[in-house]
């Protein structure tokens, strides 16, 4: 199986920046012909909703929820085997439990898509 490992997270003040990092290893996902790596969040009592995603298969291609438009930036490795989230001008509605998740096949932000998970890294901005 596919293991993540989240890594970066932090306390940082309104209008900082930090980097996560997502390592992926194990599983067969890069030999697959298209598979999609992603970055969700979850506010403590809330659901959770996706923040960003990378489409490694024909053409590429990444995408990022409204909200944080302009100010996160997802990006990988030339091995591709991690991927980061830069963020930048973070706001104290940007706090929560940031997951890295892989699927199979294309790219999408609903998390009922994914099929590997890390254990989430803690971001708190005040």
């Known amino acids: 199986d596919v293991q993540l490992v989240e890594s970066g997270g932090g306390s940082v003040q309104a209008g900082g920046s930090l980097r996560l990092s997502c390592e992926a290893s194990?599983?067969?996902?890069?030999?697959?012909?298209?598979?999609?790596m992603a970055w969700f969040r979850q506010p403590a009592g809330k659901s959770r909703e996706g923040v960003a995603y990378i489409y490694f298969g024909d053409g590429g291609g990444y995408d990022y929820a409204g909200s944080v438009k302009g100010r996160f930036t997802i990006s990988q490795n030339n091995a591709k085997d991690t991927v980061y989230l830069q963020m930048d001008s973070l706001k104290p509605e940007d706090s929560a439990m940031y997951y890295c998740?892989?699927?199979?096949?294309?790219?999408?932000?609903?998390?009922?898509?994914?099929?590997?998970w890390g254990r989430g890294t803690q971001v708190t901005v005040s």
């Open positions: 194990g599983g067969t996902y890069s030999h697959y012909r298209s598979y999609c």
């Open positions: 998740a892989v699927r199979y096949g294309g790219c999408t932000l609903d998390a009922t898509d994914f099929n590997y």
